[in-house]
């Protein structure tokens, strides 16, 4: 009895204390409002006390435009802004044509790896049934397990072995296209299914 009312009580200490304290972000607020004001040299902007509506003002002269027909504020000049489209629709075309030429290499080299697994992993599976098959056949007649034990532990060894075989070839084959994939992700190729 004593063990449940001190479980009781600790529980209500717990739930008091909880509800009374102050999340993180609340001490954060409280932090930020008691910090100085810094002076105007060293004061950092943030999201907080960043202007909103006002716009930052640059003493000096106004900037000559560049050989592109921008200007350093980012003011572009009608002839400037009609070259930089004429530039602009030549130089995507042409990376566009690339990656996409690189792209389809990617593609085509990932079918291909593809196809050797497919073609890999129904090799293995083919095998794999002859195997029971012949497994069946032996076990199935007692006579016959009897008179050819010796032979049937022989191709079972070179059976086993084969199948062996066949799956290390389909586990590296699978082991490539990861590798060829991740290589096309890094490249920047997204393979589309």
């Known amino acids: 009895m004593k063990r449940i009312i001190s ?5 209500l200490l717990l739930l008091g204390t909880a509800a009374f304290g102050q999340s993180l972000g609340e001490v954060a ?4 409002k008691g910090k100085t004001h810094q002076s105007a040299a060293n004061h950092q902007y943030d999201d907080d006390n960043l202007p909103k509506n006002d716009h930052l003002s640059v003493v000096g002269p106004a900037p000559a435009a560049n050989a592109n027909g921008t200007n350093p504020t980012g003011e572009v000049s009608p002839q ?7 530039t602009a629709t030549a130089d995507k075309k042409a990376p566009a044509e ?3 030429r690189a792209a389809e290499e990617w593609k085509n080299k990932i079918d291909d790896k593809k196809q050797k697994v497919a073609s890999l992993s129904h090799e293995l599976e083919l095998t794999q049934r002859e195997y029971r098959l012949r497994a069946v056949a032996m076990y199935s007649d007692a006579g016959n397990r009897l008179r050819n034990s010796a032979t049937w532990d022989k191709e079972d060894a070179d059976f086993k072995k084969q199948l062996d075989e066949k ?4 586990d590296a084959a699978k082991q490539d ?9 890094k490249a920047g190729v997204r393979e589309r299914e």
């Open 7 to 11: 479980m009781a009580i600790g529980v």
């Open 29 to 32: 607020r409280s932090a930020r």
């Open 80 to 86: 400037g802004q009609a070259a930089a489209q004429a």
């Open 98 to 100: 690339e990656r996409q």
């Open 167 to 170: 799956q290390k070839a389909v």
């Open 177 to 185: 296209l990861d590798n060829l994939t991740e290589q096309a992700r």
